[in-house]
């Protein structure tokens, strides 16, 4: 088995290194950041990946950031996010897709070794791996989407108002606005929304529709 590791602390990362190492699983690459996590990813196509969540340059969430998107390009390797912390929004959206080849532990509730080399074999075979505490996160908090919750108040409005069924002119019409200056806003609602380009209105139905669940 192959693997890749992505940890900023470096003792962390040399540690686990050198446990999966003891089991007979390669590591390919032990890298400290999101960049370089993808681009280890692309050039070695590992098995699987363990992933930290908070990562250079701004320590929030650019380890999970990372991860959606190898969910995304690569759907069978694994992802195993091992952090500190239990970020429900995006736990969600790692599960959504694809139900295998996740999961999500957290490091002071990791007992033993071999309990850690057992849940990323089985993440790595297309299985998954929660942690307790975060499946009861889970539960407990409501869906939230994380891109409705980045859009600003104004954006939120034109979202609003897109669900109405009115065009860029209408709502440049409505909001006092320059036609030109909702245009930006609607596009920046689709990158936030993480809505890929399309040469139809399909976003524009996309994102009323996550609006709309919300």
Do not use: C
């Amino acid at each position: 088995m192959r693997v890749v590791i992505a940890e900023d602390n470096p003792l962390l990362r040399e540690g686990i290194a050198l446990l999966l190492g003891e089991h007979d699983i390669e590591v390919v690459a032990a890298v400290a950041d999101a960049g370089a996590l993808l681009d280890a990813v692309a050039a070695e196509r590992p098995d699987a990946t363990v992933v930290d969540v908070r990562m250079p340059p701004s320590h929030t969430d650019e380890g999970l950031r990372a991860a959606l998107t190898i969910r995304s390009a690569y759907p069978g390797t694994g992802v195993l996010v091992f952090s500190q912390w239990v970020e429900t929004s995006y736990a969600r959206r790692l599960l959504a897709e694809h139900t295998g080849h996740v999961g999500y532990l957290l490091k002071d509730r990791i007992v033993s070794t071999g309990e850690f080399v057992g849940a990323l074999r089985r993440v790595a075979a297309g299985g998954t791996a929660l942690d307790p505490e975060v499946v009861r996160q889970l539960l407990a908090a409501p869906a939230v989407d994380a891109g409705l919750a980045r859009l600003s108040a104004r954006e939120r409005e034109i979202l609003g108002l897109l669900a109405e069924g009115r065009s860029n002119v209408a709502i440049a019409d409505a909001l006092h606005l320059a036609e030109r200056s909702v245009e930006k806003h609607v596009t920046a609602i689709f990158t936030k929304l993480d809505l890929p380009r399309d040469r139809t209105d399909h976003r524009r139905v996309l994102a009323v529709l996550r609006f709309l669940r919300s």
